[in-house]
């Protein structure tokens, strides 16, 4: 089931950020009185009334033409890229929160924002989508709660004043929220296993699903996809049924504007929510970003499997220890999934193509692999007799047995004196082992403690 997304839009410094924040739970945003502190999007999660959805940070949109006395003092030179991005949001999102200033009132920036929305919009059954929910923040009183009714002049309907702040009026904001998000839907049966194409923007995603695609062992069939703007490609590939994901939007005409990768996160996630593996795939020519390393970390907290891609391969200068010295630098900065398999490849010239999925069925097998009880426990005693765990209390750690109680991914219970004591060292040192035995290529796996009664 996919969580519907929830983009934060509005001009500079009306509290996008410390809404976020609220919404989330921690401080992930960075809050300050500069506008334009926000550059980069942030996704996280949040849940309301039993509704789990993901929230996405923006930029502040600058209505400032070339630049000329902008609002965002803090981002003056990054005006272009970042109402980019927040456009994106907007065409992607389930829901918009527009974001005002009950202090400021309506200004001509809002106004704008209002404008830019609109245009974003598209008419879905008779009602404009995505829905727009208008919130006036900072109305931390009575005068400014009253105050909030001057906001209907936007055209956006009932506007909710809040206190991002102190969380005032934030519990009926979100009821209205989870009112507006789309009906839930049962998904269908479907025994394939799904492979998703993600990465940023121009690194050969598109191209790489037609080679897949135009394989002569593949049987081909299109079917429309669950994300927005993307066509999942049915294929039978040596006897399995596969269903590639591509990310949604990579089809559109038209060029990628120049910094709007950072950008490319909400596509990417609706892509991995639906897989059971997914192509992260790098650009061999500019290395391994940032962005890269999200997208990864994001493929790793929805527990799905990945291989790693190094596209353009061909048009990288290179030695006898070019391939080892690019897989340490990729082992380094993705060192959260060493356990990844990585393949160097060139759509363009064909190079190891033919490997991709193979290998991509291979992780996924990995993904449904069991491990006795018996096997297990060898390997958690072992593992405890080499290298107790230690603890600053004065109470360690003992693990009394444990058990796999799932696949897909591989999921271990294990029965303990006190889950508490479990540091997240020793955790990773236990899966460490566990991989020794079995590596799992490719796949999570989870160490799940639990107290023996």
């Not at 950072?262 to 892509?271: G, L, Q």
Request: glycine fraction near 8%.
């Amino acid at each position: 089931m996919q969580k519907p997304f929830v983009a934060l839009v509005g001009r500079p410094n009306v509290g996008k950020s410390t809404l976020f924040n609220r919404l989330a739970g921690e401080p992930l945003a960075i809050v300050d009185d500069t506008p334009g502190t926000t550059r980069d999007r942030l996704l996280s999660e949040s849940e309301w009334n039993g509704r789990a959805f993901h929230i996405v940070d923006t930029g502040g949109i600058d209505p400032s033409v070339g630049g000329k006395d902008p609002l965002s003092i803090g981002s003056a030179d990054y005006i272009e890229q970042i109402r980019s991005g927040a456009e994106i949001a907007i065409r992607e999102a389930d829901v918009v929160l527009l974001l005002t200033d009950a202090l400021s009132g309506v200004t001509p920036a809002d106004k704008e924002v209002a404008q830019i929305l609109r245009r974003n919009q598209k008419i879905v059954d008779g009602k404009p989508y995505p829905p727009v929910l208008l919130v006036v923040n900072k109305a931390d009183n009575e005068t400014y709660r009253m105050g909030a009714a001057q906001f209907y002049e936007l055209g956006l309907g009932e506007p909710y004043p809040i206190s991002a702040v102190h969380g005032t009026g934030t519990g009926d904001l979100l009821d209205v929220l989870v009112e507006s998000f789309p009906p839930e839907e049962k998904e269908e049966e479907d025994d394939s296993v799904k492979i998703a194409l993600v990465g940023k923007p121009n690194v050969g995603k598109s191209s790489l699903l037609n080679k897949l695609v135009g394989e002569e062992r593949a049987i081909v069939s299109p079917i429309a996809g669950t994300t927005r703007d993307a066509v999942d490609t049915k294929i039978i590939y040596d006897g399995i049924p596969v269903t590639l994901i591509d990310t949604a939007g990579i089809r559109r005409r038209g060029k990628v504007e120049p910094g709007v990768e950072k950008y490319s996160v909400i596509r990417s996630m609706r892509a991995i929510e639906r897989a059971d593996v997914g192509l992260l795939m790098i650009d061999a020519v500019t290395g391994i970003t940032a962005q890269d390393a999200h997208i990864a970390g994001y493929v790793l907290e929805a527990q799905k499997s990945t291989v790693v891609l190094v596209n353009k391969w061909d048009a990288v200068e290179k030695d006898n220890e070019t391939m080892q010295q690019y897989t340490e630098v990729i082992r380094r900065d993705l060192k959260f999934i060493a356990y990844v398999p990585i393949l160097f490849i060139s759509v363009k010239s064909g190079q190891r193509v033919d490997q991709v999925m193979p290998l991509a069925l291979k992780v996924q097998e990995e993904r449904l692999a069991r491990l006795t009880t018996g096997q297990l426990n060898r390997i958690l005693q072992e593992a405890q007799d080499n290298h107790a765990a230690t603890s600053s209390s004065g109470r360690s750690l003992r693990i009394y047995y444990g058990t796999q109680v799932r696949s897909d991914p591989p999921t271990f219970m294990l029965y303990c004196n006190d889950p508490k004591l479990a540091h997240f060292t020793y955790v990773r040192y236990l899966e460490n082992q566990i991989r020794k035995v079995y590596p799992f290529s490719g796949t999570p796996i989870r160490l799940v403690f639990k107290a023996r009664r």
